[in-house]
């Protein structure tokens, strides 16, 4: 009874799987974002940058060039200098993010591949349900591939069926 | 009389200067053809083993806008100039239709204004495509849902319940489907029609720059639009059979 219990939910467990994985697929900008922001270990310093640039700026712009431009031009020095600091940090957080993400991306395909193999090797005999197979043709054998089995639906034909289903699911979501 | 043979002499050497003139008029008008074919790089020989070649039937100029409502140029209306084709080119381009009986070089120079302009729609579609992208990735995915889209798939999904409950025991399931599908074909006139853009996307654009008329490709999109729109109702359609299958079951196993 345990035995026709797992075979009776195996269309369930092939659907759960393919639900999983474009859920995941969703997911994944948010997932190296969050990842990327953990890794980086000086994210305020950026934001101090930014900050100290602004009241560069908004002193030297209460500064007369004219009166005082010795004061004036150093205060442009810092700010130039300031700027390319900070326009190298941005750099290299954006190089840090992309790398993250083409990571992040990399994991989840290698995982998702694995999970699709694994589940077209248990099920590449056997059916995930079975129907008559009177109701299913003149495409029995084709619903049926690579089992074989008369009226059975086969492993490909559903997780074709269940990836367009879920996809169009998730697209009206959201 | 002395001035009157001064006037003649002058006036012989006038036109003599005038013949002159116009010896090394000619001279640079000949020479200019040769001039042209050393600046592009078309060796005299070349021009001239091609010259057998040059009389090709006129080449349809091809579109880059996709849309369907755009006539297709004739061969026999002259073309837009590429701003890349040097201004010697442009001002002493001739209509197509045209054949150059006294121009042996004529034919590099054509197969260049082809090259130039092909060049030009190319950098005209990678523009496209830059301007494409940001909206792509903002966008909505490809499918989108118009009201017919809902009413398919809506339609799709009580079909399926309703052939399991009351039809699948007499015949194929797919039976009703296709009647369905063809409803739907009668039916889509009913509905509103959404004008959807076509995407140049690379594929689009590959296919416009390997010489496919730009009506082709609406035309081909159109019917493999349609077509997954057909796969997507099937999918549907099956998802719910099986699904309310196995809930029948679940409830008919349940049930004393």
């Known amino acids: 009874e345990d035995k026709n219990m797992a075979a009776g939910c195996a269309w369930f467990l092939v659907l759960g799987s393919v639900f999983l994985c474009s859920l995941m697929k969703t997911l994944l900008p948010t997932i190296s974002s969050f990842l990327s922001k953990m890794v980086q270990k000086d994210a305020e310093q950026e934001s101090e940058m930014r900050a100290e640039i602004q009241e560069m700026k908004k002193e030297q712009s209460s500064i007369s060039m004219m009166d005082e431009f010795a004061r004036y031009a150093r205060l442009e020095r810092k700010i130039n200098k300031m700027t390319d600091k900070l326009k190298t940090h941005v750099k290299s957080r954006t190089a840090q993010q992309a790398k993250m993400k083409w990571v992040v991306n990399i994991v989840f395909y290698i995982l998702q591949a694995a999970l699709m193999i694994s589940l077209i090797w248990k099920y590449y005999s056997d059916p995930v349900t079975v129907v008559p197979s009177r109701w299913i043709a003149p495409v029995e054998r084709l619903v049926a591939f690579p089992t074989g089995v008369a009226g059975g639906v086969g492993i490909t034909c559903w997780l074709v069926v269940c990836n367009k289903v879920v996809t169009l699911c998730l697209h009206a979501v959201s | ?256």
């Not at chain 2, 043979?5 to 000949?30: C, F, H, V, W, Y």
């Not at chain 2, 297709?72 to 002493?92: D, N, T």
Request: proline fraction near 6%; hydrophobic fraction near 35%.
């Open chain 2, 1 to 256: 009389m002395e001035s009157g043979e001064a006037t003649e002499e002058r006036t012989g050497s006038l036109s003599a200067a005038q013949r002159r003139a116009e010896i090394r008029r000619r001279k640079l008008l000949i020479n200019s053809e040769v001039r042209m074919n050393r600046i592009v790089g078309f060796a005299k020989n070349e021009s001239e083993n091609n010259a057998g070649a040059s009389r090709r039937p006129t080449e349809p100029h091809f579109h880059l806008d996709l849309d369907r409502t755009e006539l297709w140029s004739s061969p026999s209306s002259s073309p837009r100039p590429s701003p890349f084709l040097p201004e010697a080119l442009r001002v002493r381009q001739r209509p197509r239709g045209e054949l150059a009986s006294d121009d042996p070089s004529s034919s590099p120079r054509r197969g260049l204004q082809k090259y130039l302009s092909h060049f030009d729609n190319a950098m005209k579609l990678r523009g496209q495509l830059d301007n494409e992208k940001p909206a792509q990735d903002g966008g909505s995915d490809s499918e989108e849902f118009d009201p017919f889209r809902i009413f398919r798939l809506i339609g799709s999904i009580l079909l399926a319940v309703f052939v399991r409950v009351f039809v699948c025991r007499y015949l194929s399931i797919f039976a009703p489907f296709l009647t369905l599908e063809l409803a739907y074909m009668g039916l889509s006139k009913y509905f509103p029609k959404v004008e959807k853009k076509t995407k140049t996307t690379v594929l689009t654009a590959a296919l416009l720059l390997s010489g496919i008329p730009a009506e082709v490709i609406n035309r081909s999109m159109d019917t493999y639009r349609r077509m997954g729109d057909v796969f997507a109702d099937l999918c549907i359609y099956f998802f719910t059979f099986i699904l309310s299958h196995e809930i029948l079951l679940l409830i008919g196993s349940e049930t004393p």
